[in-house]
C-alpha cells in the first residue's frame, strides 16, 4: 500500500482538503505525508494534522525536489497560479511538471497525481487562448511524456468554505452598490473541494484512475453572472449584475491587473473564459472513481452567511498581499 506521499502545493485551499484526507486514509497506522514550503510557518492550519510533516524545500531546484520525491512512494502535484507572466506560467505550469515526471521515475515513485483544470487543448496548446491555458496544455503533455501512468485530474473552479472566488464575490457585493462585470456569459462547472480532494486521494489506490485524465465537474452548468448572484443571495447582500461589453471588461481587467494589492482579475482570466469550463463529456468523470458530485447549493449557502462582510474583504486582500 502507498504509504509516504509527498503534496506539493499542499499548505494551499486544495491542499488542505487534501492533507485531511490523507490523514483520515492513513488512519494513524503509519506513513508520512510530506508539505514543503517556502514558509512552512504560514501553513499552521496543518500543523496539527498528525502524520503530516512541513519542510522548507524548493520546487523549482532540481536538486531539492529530487531530495523531496526520493523517498516517498506517491507524489501529489497541486502547484498552479492563476496570474503572472509567460515565464512565470512556463515556470510553474510546464517546467515544474516537467522536472516531477522525471524525477519520479528515476526514483521509483509507484503513483503521480496532477491537478490541472477544464478547458485544456492537449491537442493544440498553441490553440488555447490564454498563457494559463496553454501553459496548463503544455504541462501535462510533458507530464504524459517522462510519467505515462499519472493521473490528471481537470476540475471545474473550485469552491469551498476557504475559497477566494465564491467568498470573494460575496464580500464584494458587501460593499459594492451593484457588481460590474467582465465575463458574465463565461460557462463554470463548480465542483466541491472535498470532492476533488477525494478525488486526489482515491486515485493513490484504485487502480481504474492510472494513466487517465478524469474531468471533475459538479451537476450544475452557471454563468458566472448566475455565480455571482447565487453568491451574494446566499450572503444576503446580492446586488444588481451590470455585463461589461467585451471592451469595457478588458479596460477593467487591465485596471485590476495595475491596482495595488492582490490581482482579481486579469485580462488572461478573460481570455481563459472564451473556453468553457465545463466537462466535455469525452473523458470519464468522478463517477469513475464513485464520487457523485456535490452541487454548489448544498455546501456554499452555509458558509457564505457567516463567512462575509467588509472586514473579512479588508482580512482577504491583506492576505492574499503576504
Excluded at 480532494?197 to 474531468?215: H, K, W, Y
Amino acid at each position: 500500500m502507498i504509504r509516504n506521499v509527498l503534496v506539493l502545493g499542499g499548505s494551499g485551499f486544495v491542499g488542505r482538503s487534501v492533507c485531511e484526507r490523507l490523514v483520515e486514509r492513513n488512519g494513524g497506522g503509519g506513513g508520512r505525508i510530506t508539505v514543503p514550503s517556502r514558509r512552512p510557518q504560514r501553513a499552521g492550519h496543518l500543523r496539527t494534522l498528525p502524520t503530516v510533516d512541513l519542510v522548507t524545500g524548493s520546487l523549482h531546484d532540481e536538486a531539492s525536489l529530487g531530495r523531496l520525491i526520493r523517498d516517498h512512494d506517491a507524489v501529489i502535484n497541486l502547484v498552479a497560479i492563476l496570474h503572472g507572466s509567460e515565464a512565470e506560467f512556463q515556470r510553474v505550469h510546464v517546467e515544474l511538471p516537467q522536472r516531477l515526471a522525471r524525477l519520479a521515475a528515476d526514483y521509483g515513485v509507484q503513483r503521480l497525481v496532477h491537478v490541472s483544470a477544464l478547458g485544456v487543448n492537449t491537442h493544440n496548446p498553441a490553440e488555447a487562448p490564454s498563457r494559463y491555458l496553454r501553459s496548463k496544455s503544455e504541462g501535462e503533455l510533458a507530464l504524459r511524456r517522462g510519467f505515462a501512468s499519472c493521473t490528471v485530474l481537470r476540475p471545474s473552479v473550485i469552491f469551498g468554505e476557504h475559497d477566494r472566488f465564491t467568498n470573494l464575490f460575496a464580500a464584494l457585493q458587501r460593499v459594492a452598490p451593484f457588481m460590474p462585470l467582465a465575463g458574465a456569459d463565461a460557462t463554470f462547472q463548480p465542483v466541491w473541494v472535498e470532492d476533488v480532494a477525494r478525488a486526489v486521494v482515491q486515485s493513490l489506490d484504485d487502480d481504474r484512475a492510472v494513466g487517465q485524465t478524469i474531468e471533475c465537474a459538479g451537476p450544475q452548468v452557471l454563468t458566472l453572472a448566475e455565480l455571482v448572484r447565487l453568491c451574494g443571495r446566499w450572503a444576503g447582500c446580492e446586488r444588481a449584475v451590470l455585463p461589461l461589453p467585451g471592451p469595457v471588461a478588458r479596460l477593467q481587467a487591465l485596471a485590476m491587473e495595475l491596482a495595488p494589492g492582490p490581482t482579481l482579475m486579469s485580462r488572461d482570466n478573460l481570455d481563459s473564459m472564451r473556453v468553457p469550463n465545463v466537462a466535455t463529456g469525452k473523458l470519464p468523470g468522478l463517477e469513475r472513481l464513485d464520487i457523485v458530485p456535490t452541487a454548489l447549493e448544498a455546501i456554499a449557502p452555509t458558509y457564505l452567511a457567516h463567512r462575509n462582510g467588509p472586514a473579512r474583504f479588508n482580512a482577504w486582500r491583506a492576505g492574499a498581499r503576504r
